[in-house]
């Protein structure tokens, strides 16, 4: 079984849509959990930090279910600008080691 | 957000020949910077971790004679591909750590 695991994708979606992404990660002594977003031929940039009570950042909310080691981003009302990879990343090592999954590809139409 | 620069942005160079990498923290004193590797349509995997005045850490696989890594000062760790050839052909990523991880524009290595 893979360190994290998301669905690829793609998801095509029209603007103004809600879509949700999610992740599994297999080591359950994991501690910290975040989503990162990927442009095209871009690094990754930090978009936000999943906490256990679940967070939102504006449009963009985030839970966490330690339980079932799964991880979710919800996204409301699409902008054409969010059109990315989004990455479902674990911080398991002791020397601020992350992981990565191979993310999950949004394309959002006019 | 702190900065993290990368120098060059692209490398287009022959099989056989060594290439240097740069790594810059601008704004902030990076201890310990990480070296990621990216082919397309893959997700980010972690070569080593490099630690200012001591080795550099390897992951499993990834051949520490091939891949030498310097992290000379606080700011600065370089990644040097040595004889590339073109399965050596990559995105290549560092970051450095201030709050969280700031990573580098990454650098495109095509070997031809």
């Known amino acids: 079984r893979k360190e994290v695991e998301q669905d690829p994708g793609p998801f095509n979606v029209p603007e103004g849509a809600t879509v949700a992404f999610n992740c599994t990660y297999s080591n359950s002594a994991s501690q910290s959990f975040f989503w990162y977003r990927q442009d095209c031929r871009k690094e990754p940039k930090l978009l936000m930090s999943?906490?256990?009570s679940g967070n939102e950042d504006g449009r963009f909310t985030a839970q966490l279910n330690r339980a079932s080691q799964y991880i979710s981003l919800l996204i409301r009302d699409s902008k054409l600008s969010d059109s990315a990879t989004y990455l479902c990343?674990?911080?398991?090592?002791?020397?601020?080691?992350?992981?990565f999954g191979k993310g999950t590809k949004l394309s959002v139409k006019p | 957000g702190a900065v993290v620069s990368q120098h060059p942005s692209w490398v287009i160079c022959k099989s056989g020949t060594s290439v240097k990498i740069e790594c810059r923290s601008l704004?902030?004193?990076?201890?310990?910077m990480f070296w990621y590797r990216q082919f397309p349509k893959q997700s980010l995997m972690l070569m080593a971790t490099s630690n200012e005045g001591s080795k550099a850490t390897y992951e499993q696989g990834v051949e520490k004679d091939k891949f030498l890594i310097n992290h000379a000062s606080l700011t600065l760790s370089t990644l040097t591909v040595t004889s590339a050839h073109p399965e050596d052909s990559s995105f290549y990523i560092c970051s450095g750590i201030r709050e969280t991880q700031y990573f580098g524009p990454g650098t495109r290595l095509l070997v031809l």
């Open positions: 999943v906490y256990s």
């Open positions: 990343v674990v911080y398991g090592g002791s020397q601020g080691n992350l992981i």
């Open positions: 704004d902030f004193q990076a201890t310990t």
